[in-house]
């Protein structure tokens, strides 16, 4: 009989270590040629959101980052580390961002010629423009770089002079917080309009921005508005379940019927709002809408009806109550159906208009409901994510998506004090001594055998 084979203890083991650091040797060449990088975090803490990479997908060429920071800060420590560690997030997507890093202490004539107030104040520099940035998270940065990767200078005007809705005002009917201030941070410059004072509406604005007014606009200044749109001039109206106050000519010429009444939408009152909210969850596809998930809430919003034009191209953005109702009058207590004089739902509350006209493509966006976007209500969901869209494909910049902030789900873990002594009696006894244990097991099989 053949006799068999047997290696030494000491072979075995210097066999497997040979083995051990061929692996070893192997998975290191592997690492340095193909780099792998997976995010097990829950909330993805450790990786960019998506519309962040999609922001870094549009800037062409480099992005220059220069950071007025010492070596330690006395509040912060290494604050460099810090700095470097985040933007390295943006690198992995965008290799071309360089980042330099200045000592305010030992350049003080470069601190000075830059600007620099703060300690890590960081300049970001794209085709021609820079910023300053003091604070840094995602979306300060993501916004900066979204900022820049606008084609041209953007300018919205609004109305103004009646009473309307201000994008840079504070009141609570307003819309310059968060709505306006988020139009800001984009990169656009937010103006007012008093066609009362003023030949035309400009003809190089990207949009006007028309809300309810609260007195009748003259017929001459009707006539400057309905010059502009003949002119092909992109166009917001956000238009309230009230008097249209002289504007009813401008919704004669975009063929717009604008029904008396309010929408009541069940799901509102399910949710615990007011039943003469309505409340989008669904969008029917259309860039403004692409891959908007967001439920958004519009307060006594008014619907839409559009007569067929062959000039227009007309598609409906939001649509709510499929189960409710128009009502002609405002509810007091519960909303209830009334089948002579109700119209029931789904109801259009948001439309887009677009044609070709002047050699040129004219965008327009008109909404039953303008405090949507009121600072009093502006907070409620994707209202503010939805307007901003808005804009964005109205001036053109429809491959520019808003940031939307990501949720903190895992930021904090809070423990009770018997939770924290089950975990120090389990950590520092019982794991121990089941090491031990298994060790002393592992040891007193191998004598036996």
Do not use: C
């Amino acid at each position: 009989m053949p006799r068999k084979f047997h290696l030494s203890p000491s072979m075995r083991n210097a066999i497997f270590l040979l083995l051990l650091a061929a692996g070893a040797s192997g998975l290191g060449y592997l690492a340095t040629r193909y780099h792998i990088q997976r995010d097990i975090t829950h909330n993805a803490n450790n990786s960019l959101d998506p519309a962040s990479v999609e922001v870094l997908g549009k800037l062409a060429g480099p992005v220059n980052i220069t950071v007025y920071a010492t070596e330690q800060d006395a509040r912060l420590g290494d604050i460099r580390k810090i700095i470097r560690d985040f933007l390295s997030l943006y690198q992995r997507y965008k290799p071309d961002i360089n980042l330099v890093f200045v000592d305010p202490s030992k350049e003080e004539e470069k601190t000075r010629a830059a600007r620099i107030q703060l300690n890590g104040e960081m300049v970001v520099e794209y085709a021609g423009r820079s910023e300053h940035l003091t604070q840094i998270n995602e979306q300060i940065v993501t916004g900066t770089l979204l900022r820049m990767a606008h084609s041209r200078d953007q300018t919205v005007m609004y109305l103004d002079g009646h009473g309307e809705r201000k994008l840079d005002g504070i009141a609570n009917h307003d819309l310059g917080v968060p709505f306006g201030a988020k139009l800001k941070q984009n990169g656009f410059r937010l103006n007012s309009l008093n066609l009362a004072l003023t030949q035309e509406v400009p003809g190089n604005i990207s949009v006007l921005v028309i809300t309810q007014p609260q007195l009748d606009l003259m017929r001459g200044e009707t006539d400057k508005v309905l010059r502009y749109i003949e002119r092909g001039g992109n166009l917001l109206w956000l238009v309230d379940a009230e008097p249209l106050h002289g504007l009813e000519r401008l919704a004669e010429k975009l063929d717009l019927l604008l029904p008396p009444g309010i929408v009541i939408d069940p799901a509102a009152a399910e949710m615990n709002a007011p039943a003469t909210w309505s409340l989008g969850a669904t969008y029917p596809p259309h860039a403004i809408t692409r891959n908007f998930n967001l439920i958004t809430a519009f307060p006594s919003a008014r619907p839409l009806i559009a007569n067929d034009h062959n000039g227009w191209e007309r598609r409906a953005l939001v649509e709510v109550a499929p189960r409710g109702w128009v009502s002609r009058k405002i509810p007091k207590d519960k909303p209830v159906f009334d089948k002579q004089h109700d119209t029931p739902g789904p109801a259009i509350i948001a439309m887009a208009l677009q044609r070709h006209i002047n050699d040129r493509d004219q965008r327009i966006v008109v909404v039953g409901n303008g405090a949507f976007l009121a600072n009093s209500y502006a907070g409620n969901g994707g209202n503010v994510d939805l307007g901003v869209n808005m804009v964005n494909w109205l001036s053109g910049e429809e491959h520019l998506i808003t940031l939307q902030p990501r949720s903190a789900k895992d930021s904090s873990l809070m423990l009770g004090k018997m939770h924290l002594n089950i975990l120090a009696f389990g950590f520092l006894l019982v794991i121990p001594l089941l090491l031990a244990g298994t060790g002393i097991f592992i040891w007193w099989k191998r004598r036996r055998s």
